[in-house]
């Protein structure tokens, strides 16, 4: 990957995110192809890091307004594999912003060929469990970063 930071890389190719990472071991099954569960797993992090990097802590969020994030649904299209040692980066765009929901499409590339597409919805919930509106501020910078995706 160059030396762009990893938000301005992506918003060449309008996506919001990539988040580069190398298969491990650790992330294979026995002839050395990332197990399919574990496309899930990084995806996971990947948003975790677009938020962090858009200056949105998920414990603060959690602390300061009770709620938090949960997966309602989750699309996977696997493509192609990743394999031992390939260095892959998940690519996150944010497609909609609704109350108390958002839609991304969360991809994973190796050399610019993509291996899984990911439709995910994230639903904002209290930590008891029940459905809520997405905080004022929170909202304001996960639209914010939608808009940056939408093609010209």
Known sequence: MDDQSPIEAAKDAHVVHSWPLRVYYEDT?????VYYANYLKFAERARTE???????DQMHIKAEDDVVFAVRACNADYLRPARLG???AVRTAIEKVGGA???LRQSV???DVELVVMRITLVC??????ATRIPARVRGVL???AESTKED
């Open 109 to 111: 590339v190796c050399d």
């Open 86 to 88: 390939d260095l892959i």
């Open 143 to 145: 639209q914010a970063l």
């Open 50 to 56: 677009l938020l962090h990097q858009a200056g949105l």
């Open 125 to 130: 919930m209290h930590s008891d469990g029940r």
């Open 101 to 103: 929901s958002i839609t």
């Open 29 to 33: 099954d026995a002839a050395g192809v």
